[in-house]
Structures are given as C-alpha cells and as structure tokens.
C-alpha cells in the first residue's frame, strides 16, 4: 500500500510559479518511477512530467517542456514539480502517482503505468 499527498497548488498569475510536492509514504520510495498528471474541467486526464526510480531520467509533455522541472528526493521520499512561466491552460487538477507495478523503472507517460494515485492538487492560472 502506497499513500501520496499532494501539496503547493493554489492561484498564480500567468507568468508566475508554483512548486508543487507529493510526499509519499509505504514502501520503499526510491523504488520506484513517479509521474505527474493534470486534468482540466471537462478534459481527459493527461500526462505532464515523469522520472525515473533514481531520478537520472526525466520526461515531459511538449506542452510543459523548458517551463516545467520534476525533480525527488529520495531521502524525503518526495517528488517535485518545479512550474514556471505558467499559462492559464496549465490551470488544472494536478496528481502525482507512482509505479510500483515494478521496481527500477525509467517512468511512463501513459496513466496504466502507475498504480497508485495521490488526491489531487487545483492549479489556477489567472490571465
């Protein structure tokens, strides 16, 4: 059993930043790929950022890349996500989820890679 929390959204301006957190807690975090998800009213979930069990990959969507940064620490059994220059379509629920489907993997932008899923955090980006 894996429990994650998300933590940092809230309003910003267009332009600004948020540093969202998800802490996770239940097995052994530095296991594991995590990944990033937002979904906007009325819009199917989509994939933002992924890394890997160690942290030496990374991925992104196109629609984040140069802006977004995801980033964990293993010892806080924490992953990041670092969101700059934000734009009013970035306004979304976003989610954290880990892979413990199986251990020591790069990450995945596809949603069935990850097993576990955190609660979700609102991003508003204002104009």
């Known amino acids: 059993q894996v429990q994650l929390v998300e933590s940092g959204g809230g309003l910003v301006q267009a332009g600004g930043s948020l540093r969202l957190s998800c802490a996770a807690s239940?097995?052994?975090?530095?296991?594991?790929?995590m990944g990033w998800f937002r979904q906007a009213p009325g819009k199917e979930r989509e994939f933002v950022a992924a890394i890997s069990w160690s942290g030496g990959s990374t991925y992104y969507a196109d629609s984040v890349k140069g802006r977004f940064t995801i980033s964990r620490d293993n010892a806080k059994n924490t992953v990041y996500l670092q969101m700059n220059s934000l734009k009013p379509e970035d306004t979304a629920v976003y989610y954290c989820a880990a892979d413990t489907i199986q251990e020591y993997n790069s990450g995945s932008p596809r949603s069935r890679g990850y097993d576990y899923w955190g609660q979700g955090t609102q991003v508003t980006v204002s104009s």
């Open positions: 239940g097995r052994t975090f530095s296991r594991y790929a």
